[in-house]
């Protein structure tokens, strides 16, 4: 799930409810508008970014509209370089592109400018579940669970990763062997 930047700003904010409510060409054009009198409008670019990916049925890297929000989040990140948002919205984006690498440096940036995001390390930790690195996965899901417990309910694959790692014995009980950096938690 994407984020978005907080605004004041009306247009803007009539451009994310349209965006919000499912008028996603409406809400490029918007978007658009607004950027062409204010280029700095970070959340706008953002926004547009997110938006231009929802008007895709099947989003591809080569695609147009895929190029364009890739440009938008880079111009957004370069316009506030201690903003996150833009950051962490490449790493959705390079997510659902199945572009794991690229998405996992975008959530590194992301911590970088702002550490305790829990919803970047959850990225990452379910990204390294799709490349198989259980470990990996268990520590940041660990990691992002400590941050924001509530994100836990958006854990079930953990158990599953936990048992591939072979920390899990066949009752499905943890085996307490392993390094405490792996371990999740009782």
Do not use: C
């Not at 364009?68 to 957004?76: H, Y």
């Not at 940036?109 to 702002?114: C, M, Q, S």
Request: aromatic share 6%; charged share 30%; no cysteine.
């Amino acid at each position: 799930m994407p984020i978005f930047g907080r605004s004041k700003d009306t247009k803007y904010l009539r451009a994310a409810r349209l965006l919000a409510n499912g008028d996603t060409l409406a809400a490029i054009d918007e978007f658009r508008k607004i950027i062409s009198k204010k280029p700095d409008h970070t959340n706008a670019r953002v926004s547009l970014a997110v938006a231009l990916m929802q008007a895709q049925d099947e989003p591809d890297i080569d695609s147009p509209l895929t190029i364009e929000a890739l440009e938008q989040l880079d111009t957004a990140a370069s316009l506030d370089l201690d903003d996150p948002v833009p950051h962490f919205n490449k790493g959705v984006l390079l997510r659902d592109l199945k572009l794991f690498d690229r998405a996992l440096r975008s959530f590194e940036v992301t911590l970088d400018i702002e550490e305790r995001l829990p919803t970047a390390i959850l990225h990452m930790a379910e990204i390294n579940y799709e490349l198989e690195n259980w470990n990996e996965a268990i520590k940041l899901a660990r990691l992002a669970l400590v941050r924001d417990p509530g994100l836990e309910g958006s854990m079930g694959w953990v158990r599953v990763a936990m048992r591939k790692a072979g920390l899990l014995d066949s009752d499905g009980n943890v085996i307490e062997k392993h390094d405490d950096d792996t371990r999740w938690p009782h």
